[in-house]
């Protein structure tokens, strides 16, 4: 084991601050990656805060992972040292299970280990990417094809970017698809510049009046202020799939009333407190559907990558010091973050 700097929470209400972790050496299959840059995802924030009661302490979030290759077990052939590589939200899997075989290791049936806070079953905990280096098995390690200097944009597409790419490719948008992203933060901004990218016609709904024109500009071929009754009036039985990004609980009837016959919404956003109930003739009326989607499994998540390189696109961020990481997370909490915080991991020393 090697001791390494990370910065972590060491209990639900205490602050993040410095912290030592152990990281393994690197096993045959393993690759080490110096982490530069690390996204700053509203499941950290959760999970840090113990929201949805699963936190094993301490714990070091971080799951939106760049950085350089360091060092390679003698198994290791995508990676050399010098290359660099992308961690998302998990790191290991069963590799057996139907959903292991369909390349959908995010569904394992046996155990999905997450990057920070352990085995989704119990277990030892993991340490995320708040921390100056990381060892991770190759088949769970991500090539990166943007140029260097995208890298710090680049980060936010392990986790923000491959959790909406997923529900968006399985329910087939494209063009001539009339598409509703519900809340542009990290995730939602990313939501509507992938879905404009796959050729869909995007309706951006926010909470936020001063969003409008940045949502026009990321892609949105209209906007909705979602509490505004007569503006939400105007898209009932209109939009042919809606990705709901929220993080706080809200009523969902006023975005499943939006979808037309047999059409679905997926919420992706995960609040700690449960929605509260919905009206059971939202869905029965128009045969509609409600999902739910979780990131992505490891063959998509390169997809994804690539789709981005190839369509230019990258997460709009403001860099961060590792220290400013409980400030940061309280403007997260105001919507106040255009649209991702990434922490400078060199910050860290
Ligand atoms: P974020 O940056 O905080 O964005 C959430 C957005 O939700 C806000 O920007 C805001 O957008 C909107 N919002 C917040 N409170 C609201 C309210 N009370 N009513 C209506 N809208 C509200 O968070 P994020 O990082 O994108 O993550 C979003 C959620 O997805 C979190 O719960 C996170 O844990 C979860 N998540 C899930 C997965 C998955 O695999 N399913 C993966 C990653 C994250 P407007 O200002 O535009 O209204
Ligand atoms: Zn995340």
Same mark, same amino acid.
């Given at each position: 084991m090697v001791k390494v700097k990370a910065f972590g929470a060491k209990s639900a209400s205490s602050p993040l601050s410095a912290l030592e972790i152990d990281r393994r050496v690197p096993n045959p299959e393993d690759v080490q990656i110096e982490i530069l840059y690390c996204g700053v995802c509203?499941?950290?924030?959760?999970?840090?805060?113990?929201?949805?009661? =699963?936190?094993q302490y301490p714990s070091v979030p971080g799951h939106e992972i760049v950085g350089r290759v360091t060092a390679i077990g003698n198994k290791v052939?995508?990676?050399?040292?010098?290359?660099?590589?992308?961690v998302g939200c998990f790191v290991d899997s069963c590799g057996h299970c139907g959903s292991c075989k369909e390349h959908e290791e995010q569904y394992c049936e046996n155990g999905w280990t997450g990057t920070y806070n352990g085995p989704a079953f119990g /277990?030892?905990?993991?340490?995320?990417?708040?921390?100056?280096?990381?060892?991770?098995?190759?088949?769970?390690?991500?090539?990166?094809?943007?140029?260097?200097?995208?890298?710090?944009?680049v980060a936010p597409l392990l986790c923000a970017g491959i959790t909406l790419y997923s529900p968006l490719k399985k329910w087939k948008v494209?063009? /001539?698809?009339?598409?509703?992203?519900? /809340?542009?933060?990290?995730?939602?901004?990313m939501g509507v510049k992938i879905a404009n990218a796959m050729g869909a016609h995007v309706v951006l709904f926010t909470t936020s009046k001063n969003k409008i024109q940045d949502g026009l500009k990321l892609g949105a071929k209209e906007v909705c202020i979602s509490t505004d009754e007569?503006?939400?009036?105007?898209? &009932?039985? &209109?939009?042919?799939?809606?990705? =709901?990004?929220?993080?706080?609980?809200?009523?969902?009837?006023?975005?499943?009333?939006?979808?037309k016959k047999d059409s679905t919404m997926t919420l992706v956003g995960a609040p700690a407190d449960p929605?509260?109930?919905?009206?059971?003739?939202?869905?029965?009326?128009?045969?509609?559907?409600?999902?739910?989607?979780?990131?992505?499994?490891?063959?998509?998540? &390169?997809?994804?990558?690539?789709?981005?390189?190839?369509?230019?696109?990258?997460?709009?961020?403001?860099?961060?010091?590792?220290?400013?990481? =409980?400030?940061?997370?309280?403007?997260?909490?105001?919507?106040?973050?255009?649209?991702?915080?990434?922490?400078?991991?060199?910050?860290?020393?």
């Open positions: 509203h499941s950290d924030l959760h999970t840090a805060r113990n929201e949805w009661k =699963n936190t052939t995508k990676f050399k040292v010098g290359d660099l590589a992308g /277990g030892e905990n993991t340490y995320g990417g708040y921390s100056k280096s990381i060892v991770v098995k190759e088949s769970f390690v991500l090539k990166i094809s943007h140029s260097e200097k995208e890298l710090p944009s494209g063009s /001539g698809k009339k598409v509703g992203i519900v /809340g542009l933060g990290g995730l939602g901004h007569t503006q939400m009036a105007k898209y &009932q039985n &209109q939009l042919d799939f809606i990705v =709901n990004t929220v993080a706080s609980r809200h009523k969902l009837d006023a975005y499943l009333n939006l979808l929605h509260p109930s919905i009206e059971v003739f939202s869905l029965i009326f128009k045969r509609r559907h409600l999902a739910g989607s979780l990131v992505g499994g490891i063959k998509e998540t &390169q997809e994804m990558l690539d789709f981005c390189a190839k369509h230019k696109l990258v997460s709009d961020i403001e860099i961060i010091k590792m220290d400013y990481i =409980n400030e940061a997370y309280e403007r997260i909490l105001k919507s106040d973050v255009k649209y991702r915080f990434v922490i400078d991991m060199l910050s860290l020393s």
